[in-house]
């Protein structure tokens, strides 16, 4: 069964970073893609950024080109998003997911950018 757990988010002031994780366990991580999503309130859950399998290609929202990475452990089961010069619009629950099974969703973790 997949099983994801987001973790790192929090406060943040606008300009400012954070590091999100997300452990995962249940399915042979390295063979497949990741995915981070984001939902604001009253938003629909749209998608932020993508990883193939051995993290040798990504793809980003054009929202968010520039100012967020996502990579990957392998040996760690572990997907992150590096998100840097945040703006309050970024604030949102962002989410990790495995495009193979597309139901798969974890608790999320809080964004706030805010002064």
């Known amino acids: 069964q997949v099983q994801l757990v987001e973790s790192g988010g929090g406060l943040v002031q606008p300009g400012g970073s954070l590091r999100l994780s997300c452990a995962a366990s249940?399915?042979?991580?390295?063979?497949?893609?990741m995915s981070w999503y984001r939902q604001a309130p009253g938003k629909e859950r749209e998608l932020v950024a993508r990883?193939?399998?051995?993290?040798?290609?990504?793809d980003y929202a054009d929202s968010v080109k520039g100012r967020f990475t996502i990579s990957r452990d392998n040996a760690k089961n572990t997907v992150y998003l590096q998100m840097n010069s945040l703006k309050p619009e970024d604030t949102a629950v962002y989410y990790c997911?495995?495009?193979?099974?597309?139901?798969?969703w974890g608790q999320g973790t809080q964004v706030t950018v805010s002064s």
């Open positions: 997911n495995v495009p193979a099974w597309p139901d798969s």
């Open positions: 990883i193939t399998s051995a993290g040798g290609r990504a």
């Open positions: 249940g399915f042979t991580f390295w063979m497949y893609a």
